[in-house]
């Protein structure tokens, strides 16, 4: 059975199309830790960051300067740890790696 060139292309587009579908739905039932969200025409989940924020930051005792920061990097990354100790880092890599550059040290509370 002969198939014409663009026949073939669309189907080999469709099915990069749902496989960056699943991966994408697989990324987001592990992705966004704390927050509830709303999903973009995309599909990707975007979480409320002013409410997680203000959960990790609201016994800081720099409490606007760790929202503003903390907002930051979850624009960035759409994730915040939940909790407020350093030991829950590690939810979300994008938001634990993040440092200054200037110094060196974490960027997101």
Same mark, same amino acid.
Request: net charge positive.
């Given at each position: 059975?002969?198939?014409?060139?663009?026949?073939?292309?669309?189907?080999?587009?469709?099915?990069?199309?749902?496989?960056?579908?699943?991966?994408?739905?697989?990324?987001?039932?592990?992705?966004?830790?704390?927050?509830?969200?709303?999903?973009?025409?995309?599909?990707? *989940?975007?979480?409320? /960051?002013?409410?997680?924020?203000?959960?990790?930051?609201?016994? +800081?005792? @720099?409490? &606007?300067?760790?929202?503003?920061?903390?907002?930051?990097?979850?624009?960035?990354?759409?994730?915040?740890?939940?909790?407020?100790?350093?030991? *829950?880092?590690?939810? /979300?890599?994008?938001?634990?790696?993040?440092?200054?550059?200037? +110094?060196? @040290?974490? &960027?997101?509370?």
């Amino acid at each position: 059975m002969a198939f014409s060139k663009p026949l073939l292309a669309v189907l080999l587009l469709a099915a990069a199309l749902l496989m960056a579908v699943d991966a994408q739905q697989a990324a987001d039932d592990s992705s966004s830790v704390m927050g509830g969200g709303q999903r973009s025409l995309l599909g990707e *989940t975007k979480i409320d /960051c002013t409410s997680a924020c203000e959960a990790r930051c609201g016994r +800081n005792w @720099k409490n &606007k300067m760790c929202n503003k920061m903390c907002n930051i990097c979850c624009g960035k990354c759409n994730c915040v740890p939940s909790g407020t100790g350093q030991d *829950t880092r590690g939810q /979300c890599p994008c938001y634990a790696n993040m440092v200054n550059s200037k +110094n060196g @040290k974490p &960027k997101c509370p």
